[in-house]
């Protein structure tokens, strides 16, 4: 079947998750503010959500429509062709959000869908009561500047849950934006990463499984894994495409470190969960004293901001001690998210390149340091 996705996206990451569903050979894409809209049918919907390292979710587009009233709320929802995706006793829960529209009440837009939703498949069932006993199918909408966009999601837990990191330090980076930090930084599967604020580890985790071309899902479960309307075969056949891409046999190593022995220890028990333990290797160091152990490396990391984990202050003189032990060095590349504007400053040198990132609802910006 022809299916239209969203796929809604942390704000900065929107190029490169458009980059990555090409190369998934996804159809007419179009990276938007927020959200990257693409074509493609059952196979798509399988590999895109095993596949991607970026995505939050992967989302059918199920109809958009004007709908400043309930009244153009129900009827443009009621028209949408649900009995496509929704079988007979499927779940359909409704949630979503409304922006800078006239339908502002969320808990009325969501039962005002709800009962749309309720009416389309009693006509198309000829039931008068759904037991809702099967798989969940979560419509999911979103109202804005008075435009609804009907969704429905395929992915269940949020793509970022690949399943490793069962434990975590007190900060620590999702793993979607870590991910994109290593695109950023043209992470290779011969290259030696480190990450000598390393936390939980999941800079170099992520790290390892974008060079590899490892599919961060393989190991988690998906929604629409569950729908009867996707062929089961399609997904075994994914999977095993999947690992047949893997790198293998590479020189990559990665070096993390933190001062914290708690957050090492996390680190090291999450990349045992991976097929990656015995070329992540963790340590007890303070940065003061960063080690280079290779003569070429990439440094990520993603220091503390100063607002959770220390004072503005604090961080600003850590920012100086990276300046100290990052030196401009032939074969070195440097990348550091913060969102402290003048991060530059203390560590002494202007950025090669900048991209800006969200961190969550934090404005930052990966400062790349590499010539
Ligand atoms: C924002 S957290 C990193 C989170 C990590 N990316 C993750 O995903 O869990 C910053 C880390 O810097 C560490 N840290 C703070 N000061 C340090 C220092 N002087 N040397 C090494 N690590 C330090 C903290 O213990 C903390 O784990």
Redesign the pocket.
């Known amino acids: 079947m022809k299916l239209r996705f969203c796929i809604p996206s942390l704000l900065g990451v929107e190029g490169l998750i458009a980059d990555e569903l090409r190369f998934l050979e996804a159809e007419d894409v179009a990276a938007e503010n927020g959200r990257v809209l693409f074509s493609g049918d059952e196979t798509t919907l399988a590999r895109v959500n095993l596949c991607s390292h970026f995505a939050e979710r992967v989302q059918i587009v199920v109809g958009a429509f004007h709908a400043a009233s309930f009244e153009e709320l129900f009827e443009g929802t009621r028209r949408l062709n649900w009995e496509d995706y929704i079988g007979r006793e499927d779940a359909f829960p409704v949630k979503g959000y409304s922006l800078k529209s006239q339908l502002f009440s969320v808990s009325d837009c969501q039962s005002i869908i709800k009962k749309a939703v309720v009416e389309r498949l009693k006509e198309k069932y000829g039931l008068s009561w759904f037991p809702e006993s099967g798989p969940r199918h979560q419509i999911q909408f979103s109202i804005f500047n008075d435009e609804a966009t009907l969704l429905l999601d395929t992915t269940g837990d949020g793509l970022h849950k690949r399943g490793y990191r069962l434990r975590?330090?007190?900060?620590?980076?999702k793993e979607t934006l870590?991910a994109a930090l290593c695109a950023t930084a043209k992470l290779r599967h011969y290259h030696t990463l480190y990450?000598?604020?390393?936390?939980?580890?999941?800079?170099l985790i992520e790290g390892a499984l974008y060079a590899h071309n490892v599919a961060p899902g393989l190991g988690r479960h998906f929604d629409a894994e569950r729908f009867d309307w996707m062929p089961r075969e399609i997904w075994a056949r994914e999977k095993e495409r999947a690992v047949s891409l893997e790198k293998t046999d590479t020189d990559f190593v990665a070096y993390g470190?933190?001062?914290?022995p708690a957050?090492v220890a996390?680190?090291r028990e999450n990349a045992a969960r991976t097929k990656f333990a015995d070329k992540l290797h963790f340590e007890v160091?303070?940065?003061?004293d960063f080690e280079r152990r290779s003569e070429r490396g990439t440094v990520i990391?993603?220091?503390?901001?100063g607002e959770?984990?220390?004072t503005p202050e604090d961080a600003q003189a850590?920012y100086r001690?990276m300046g100290q032990v990052f030196p401009r060095t032939h074969g070195w590349s440097y990348s550091v998210i913060t969102p402290d504007e003048d991060f530059e400053t203390y560590f002494g040198r202007p950025a090669d390149k900048t991209r800006k990132l969200y961190n969550g609802m934090i404005k930052c910006r990966c400062y790349m340091f590499f010539k």
Do not use: E, F
Request: net charge negative.
């Open positions: 975590q330090n007190g900060a620590p980076i870590a990450d000598p604020l390393c936390g939980s580890g999941t800079i470190s933190d001062i914290d957050a996390v680190a160091r303070d940065v003061r990391c993603n220091p503390p901001y959770r984990l220390m850590l001690v």
